[in-house]
Nanobody
Framework: QVQLVESGGGLVQAGGSLRLSCTASGRIFNINVMGWYRQAPGNQRELVAVITKDGNINYEDSVKGRFTISRDNNKNMVYLQMNSLKPEDAAVYYC??????????WGTGTLVTVSS
């Protein structure tokens, strides 16, 4: 099992920045991909950004150039720096870890609210 704990959500004005953090514990040696997904009310959960253990990154198109994902394998942490936030970025953000065996683990989510 892998446990994920997020932090860093909150309320920010449009144009502002937030940094999300996620700490993994448990059977962390099995983790390959870590990343962030988000779910706004009435919408499906969607990928925001993911990073593999060796540093390959993929972003959802709407966040490219504004969000930066990074990972510290020594600390078992993944981060999401979010700049130039827009009201449409408001959602619950979930940390995700996927093992080499393609098993997904999820955090409980952290709420990001963006006021216009």
């Amino acid at each position: 099992q892998v446990q994920l704990v997020e932090s860093g959500g909150g309320l920010v004005q449009a144009g502002g920045s937030l940094r999300l953090s996620c700490t993994a514990s448990g059977r962390i040696f099995n983790i390959n991909v870590m990343g962030w997904y988000r779910q706004a009310p009435g919408n499906q959960r969607e990928l925001v950004a993911v990073i593999t253990k060796d540093g390959n990154i993929n972003y959802e198109d709407s966040v490219k150039g504004r969000f930066t994902i990074s990972r510290d394998n020594n600390k078992n942490m993944v981060y999401l720096q979010m700049n130039s936030l827009k009201p449409e970025d408001a959602a619950v953000y979930y940390c995700n870890a996927r093992t080499w065996g393609m098993i997904n683990f999820w955090g409980t989510g952290t709420l990001v609210t963006v006021s216009s």
